[in-house]
């Protein structure tokens, strides 16, 4: 795929991205507010995914691993 058609790809993505979001009959100055609070309420989901979900995911983990065998033995036994 040359760079032309590459280049032509993009802009019907954005095409549709625009059709989509019925940005297309917005104004100017509205789209690019859109386009603001669009891209930073998806950069803030993709932080928040890229933190929490790992953390969650390992302690999901831990509660099956005990949960299914794979007993560890608790702190007052290894105290005695």
Do not use: R
Not at 16 to 45: G, K, R
Request: hydrophobic share 50%; net charge negative.
């Amino acid at each position: 795929m040359d760079i032309k058609h590459a280049k032509e790809y993009i802009y019907w993505l954005y095409y549709q991205y625009l059709l989509i979001t019925c940005c297309y009959v917005l104004e100017p100055w509205e789209q690019s507010m859109f386009h603001t609070i669009f891209i930073t309420v998806f950069a803030m989901v993709v932080y928040t995914a890229y933190v929490f979900i790992p953390i969650h995911i390992h302690l999901a983990f831990e509660f099956f691993s005990q949960l299914f065998g794979d007993q560890c033995e608790s702190t007052v036994a290894i105290m005695n």
